[in-house]
């Protein structure tokens, strides 16, 4: 997914936009999230809740990572801790040119890397 693919995206969406697993796993492959870490599938799978659920995402901690860990057959912190790692991956090594297009000035650059939260609620 390029650049103007991610607007043609964006700018499609509406409350009625129905994501897909597949278009979840295009954006994070875009970004450049490893899908050789847990945190990749923790993150689609959170997002696929939070797209059912806005609701969730004020919740992260008491219901999204429980749900998580409970699909995964995990904890709620292994699953905070591999979703962290993730971004931390992506971070170093991802496409910066796709992040700053999706994020823009959401993110602090002298925090480094978003939250948790914030990347769910970004995505």
């Known amino acids: 997914m ?6 043609t995206l964006k ?3 509406t ?10 796993q295009e954006l994070l492959l875009t970004i450049g ?6 945190g990749y599938h923790y993150i689609m799978y959170s997002l696929e ?3 059912k659920n806005p609701e969730i995402l004020h919740h992260i901690t008491k219901e999204l990572y429980p749900e998580v860990a409970k699909h995964f057959n995990s904890t709620p912190a292994r ?8 971004i931390h991956i992506t971070w ?5 040119a796709m992040i700053n297009t999706i994020f ?18 970004g995505l």
């Open 15 to 24: 409350s009625s936009y129905n994501a897909t697993p597949k278009n979840i």
């Open 92 to 96: 170093l090594y991802g496409n910066l």
């Open 33 to 38: 999230f490893p899908q050789h870490v847990y």
């Open 104 to 121: 823009g000035n959401t993110i602090r650059s002298d925090k480094g890397v978003p939250t948790n939260t914030q990347l769910l609620a």
């Open 79 to 86: 699953v905070e801790r591999a979703i962290r790692t993730a």
């Open 49 to 51: 809740l939070i797209i």
């Open 11 to 13: 700018t499609s969406n």
């Open 2 to 7: 390029t650049a103007t693919a991610y607007q």
